[in-house]
């Protein structure tokens, strides 16, 4: 057995958190705050709170308004430019993974020349090392879905090519995160299921992904387990303060099983379908297609006893075979009720079906790579001709 590990953030996790960030050791003296267009983090106090934490650290700060719920780049450009302006020596993202993936993206282009797509691969990126190392970054989320607060990834899309390619490496992890289930007591019902599935997938495609070892199977395992057991409770109880932790946790978990395994074709595939249409949120499209994703998989034979596995996890104890995930995939979505979301709705056509494919072969094709089974071109487009609703 041979493997690396490497996780370097400092997480502080819990209830009441974001009230202990002025006691730590920040790794700046002025901060670029980045947060949603949105108005969810002022309306719910939480961005006057963090920057009474940085007063009461001595920490001065600006803030960046501009995120998208599918990051752009132009706006990252836009944001490190900011930074540069306002002498900002590093990055604190406040909400959910966009704005913490936005905060990483602008730390590393703050310090570097050229465009953010020269350090892209995949694509029409041009995979550049990038020569100077970013601000650091402090992340403070609102949200349990991305992980992003304890991996180094961060998701953006070049508008123009509608590209949507996930980077990161080494030195864009944070290195400093509050997990704290307070801030996520707001998050209304639909997006904190579509959430929860984006974090239950980052842990089952780990989980199946060909690099995934013994510490990325106990990251995974417990996040399943903890997403089983609790979000539907956080669904449709959502001031209940031990789902919401349970749920917190079991996205932080996720993230370090993408910093440790990592996704396979279904988040290519995804992200294919948001990057050509931008207002679909990334959980409900992994949600649509999950189904049919995970019933190919168990049809090649492939995976069998791990699937049981993560079926046990997920809540029933008795299976033994694989096509029970799909079984219990589907309950879950229908206790959080997900179940009947519609490709349709986001303006998504069978006739694009082809681009949607070739998007996800040339982006993120990667992925494909570390599957466990090989998918072909006729399977994908089957995985969404019978997602299509």
Not at 231 to 242: C, F, M, R, Y
Not at 375 to 388: C, E
Request: with cysteine; hydrophobic share 35%; net charge negative.
């Amino acid at each position: 057995m041979k493997f690396n590990y490497y996780i370097p953030t400092k997480i502080l996790f819990g209830q009441g958190q974001l009230s202990n960030l002025h006691n730590q050791r920040l790794p700046g003296k002025k901060a670029l705050i980045v947060i949603s267009s949105g108005r969810s983090v002022r309306r719910y106090g939480y961005l006057n709170r963090l920057e009474k934490e940085l007063d009461l650290a001595g920490v001065s700060h600006a803030l960046f308004d501009k995120a998208q719920p599918n990051p752009v780049e132009s706006t990252v450009m836009e944001g490190a430019r900011f930074a540069r302006k306002e002498g900002c020596d590093f990055v604190i993202g406040l909400g959910g993974g966009s704005s913490i993936d936005s905060a990483k993206a602008i730390a590393v282009m703050a310090v570097n020349d050229g465009d953010y797509w020269d350090y892209v691969s995949g694509g029409t990126g041009k995979g550049k090392p990038v020569p100077n190392d970013p601000l650091p970054v402090v992340a403070v989320t609102t949200t349990a879905g991305t992980g992003t607060e304890a991996d180094p990834w961060m998701v953006t899309t070049k508008e123009d090519t509608r590209e949507k390619i996930g980077f990161g490496y080494e030195k864009t992890f944070p290195v400093l995160s509050v997990v704290d289930p307070e801030l996520m007591m707001s998050v209304p019902a639909k997006l904190t299921a579509y959430q929860g599935f984006d974090a239950l997938f980052h842990s089952t495609e780990g989980y199946l992904n060909t690099t995934a070892f013994p510490i990325s199977d106990l990251y995974a395992l417990k996040s399943i387990e903890l997403i089983g057991k609790s979000l539907p409770t956080a669904v449709n109880h959502g001031s209940d303060k031990e789902a919401r932790s349970d749920v917190a946790l079991a996205n932080t978990l996720a993230g370090m099983v993408e910093s440790t395994s990592g996704c396979i074709s279904e988040h290519a595939i995804e992200h294919a379908m948001s990057a050509l249409h931008p207002n679909l949120p990334h959980g409900a499209g992994l949600i649509m297609i999950s189904r049919e994703y995970y019933a190919l998989i168990t049809q090649k034979g492939a995976c069998g006893e791990r699937m049981v596995r993560m079926t046990r996890a997920l809540g029933n104890a008795g299976a033994e075979q694989a096509t029970d995930f799909v079984a219990a995939l589907t309950g879950l979505q229908k206790r959080c009720g997900v179940d009947g979301l519609k490709m349709s709705d986001y303006g998504i056509r069978p006739a694009e079906f082809p681009e949607l494919l070739k998007n996800s072969r040339e982006n993120m094709g990667h992925l494909y790579s570390v599957d466990p089974i090989r998918l072909s071109d006729d399977d994908v487009i089957s995985i969404l001709q019978k997602s299509y609703r």
